[in-house]
């Protein structure tokens, strides 16, 4: 007999979009109150899916980094990191869609002496009638990172664009898959 798991979102999707990005310094997608993971939950084997989505509108021509951190903030452990992705200019108010996965492979004690690793994969829409314009970068760990699960901490995506954009987040579901 296997167990049974429900999945449930743990923060409830808030009723407003979030701030505005336009810098082109790194600026987290998600605020980490909404991606919050309590000291001890984490097991191993557990999975977390966060998923977003807006609108993107870029001007000139530049590039696209997304991290993934187990922090609040934007420190370290760096779960994963993307190549840097090139973007099509004069996009206005490209969809963007955003799905990764956190999941923990073991768990020890106290300490940075549990890993996790992270993937997800952004898609934001290109030019219009023009084909392969379209953005998509993905990331993914090289490695088992260590973490530190017994003290509260949260899934910090970030994005890093070369070029001053207007990334506007809309929506967001953090849940716990199992």
């Not at 370290?76 to 090139?86: G, Y």
């Not at 002496?113 to 992270?118: L, P, Y």
Request: with cysteine.
């Amino acid at each position: 007999m296997s167990r049974q798991y429900f999945g449930d979102v743990i923060t409830e999707p808030v009723n407003a979009s979030f701030g505005t990005i336009t810098a082109t310094t790194e600026q987290i997608l998600i605020p980490t109150v909404y991606t919050a993971i309590p000291a001890n939950e984490p097991r191993a084997g557990k999975v977390y899916e966060l998923t977003c989505g807006g609108t993107c509108t870029t001007g000139l021509a530049g590039s696209l980094i997304l991290n993934a951190r187990y922090a609040t903030t934007i420190t370290t452990p760096i779960l994963a990191t993307s190549p840097t992705q090139q973007y099509v200019p004069s996009i206005t108010n490209a969809p963007f869609l955003f799905r990764g996965y956190l999941i923990f492979r073991s768990i020890g004690l106290a300490g940075a002496n549990s890993t996790a690793i992270f993937t997800g994969k952004w898609e934001s829409g290109g030019a219009i009638a023009t084909a392969s314009s379209q953005t998509s970068v993905q990331l993914t760990s090289s490695a088992a990172v260590s973490v530190d699960t017994s003290i509260a901490s949260a899934l910090c995506l970030t994005v890093t664009f070369s070029v001053a954009p207007s990334v506007i987040p809309f929506w967001h579901c953090w849940r716990s898959l199992n």
